[in-house]
Nanobody, 123 residues
């Protein structure tokens, strides 16, 4: 079975940094677009970022464009989300999600989800 397992969440002060990891198994890593959503209490789920193997380019929401970086390590079947200059507004449950090939599919209708991990940014 496909599994996406997130790690690296926790509590950080505003202005600090955190790196999330998404370890993928049960799928052909290089054939999938993998990235992140987040959902804060009382708010809709928001797409955050994605990376695809085709060109390795980052796809990111405007709200995090200058602060977050998404990368992939195919040797480890892991996608990372480096989050810098964190703000209280970034507080949410962050979920790894994957879809075949393209980030357009990952953002629009992801096929697989991780369970999510909490990120809390204090003021």
């Amino acid at each position: 079975d496909v599994q996406l397992v997130e790690s690296g969440g926790g509590l950080v002060q505003a202005g600090g940094s955190l790196r999330l990891s998404c370890l993928a198994s049960g799928l052909r890593f290089d054939d999938y677009a993998i990235g992140w959503f987040r959902q804060a209490p009382g708010k809709e789920r928001e797409w955050v970022a994605c990376i695809e193997d085709g060109d390795g380019t980052q796809h990111k929401a405007g709200s995090v464009q200058d602060r977050f970086t998404i990368t992939a390590d195919s040797a480890k079947n892991t996608v990372y989300l480096q989050m810098n200059n964190l703000k209280p507004e970034d507080t949410a449950v962050y979920s790894c999600a994957a879809a075949l090939y393209h980030c357009a599919a990952q953002a629009g209708r992801p096929e697989y989800w991780g369970e999510g991990i909490r990120v809390t940014v204090s003021s």
